[in-house]
């Protein structure tokens, strides 16, 4: 089992800055487990941001791949989202997700946190 906890999300300005963390716990030996970024906005389908496998491949969403950033410390098993020049539209709830395969930006991954909130105003 792995336990995932986000955090950093916030209220910020359009244009602004944010990083994303999730603390991943349980059996997350290193280069064993897989993990990405999603985030869902009300009303809409649950969308793959990025995420890096146990071999340290990236995956990006094309749309999104210019303004945020995936970075794995595998030290201290936490995932990072650097997200840069926000958007309203970027508004939504994030979530961490990890597996003991690559699913790259696929849906279908095991283990998922609780999500953390971002919120940018124009």
């Known amino acids: 089992q792995v336990q995932l906890v986000e955090s950093g999300g916030g209220s910020v300005q359009s244009g602004g800055s944010l990083r994303l963390t999730c603390l991943a716990s349980?059996?997350?030996?290193?280069?064993?487990?897989?993990m990405a970024w999603f985030r869902q906005a009300p009303g809409k389908e649950r969308e793959a941001i990025a995420a890096?496998?146990?071999?340290?491949?990236?995956n990006y969403a094309p749309s999104l791949k210019d303004r945020f950033t995936i970075s794995l410390d595998n030290a201290k098993n936490t995932l990072y989202l650097q997200m840069d020049s926000l958007k309203p539209e970027d508004t939504a709830m994030y979530y961490c997700?990890?597996?003991?395969?690559?699913?790259?930006?696929?849906?279908?991954?095991?283990?998922w946190g609780q999500g953390t909130q971002v919120t940018v105003s124009s």
């Open positions: 997700a990890a597996d003991y395969i690559s699913r790259k930006l696929d849906p279908w991954y095991q283990f």
């Open positions: 890096v496998d146990m071999y340290g491949v990236m």
């Open positions: 349980g059996n997350t030996y290193s280069n064993t487990i897989a």
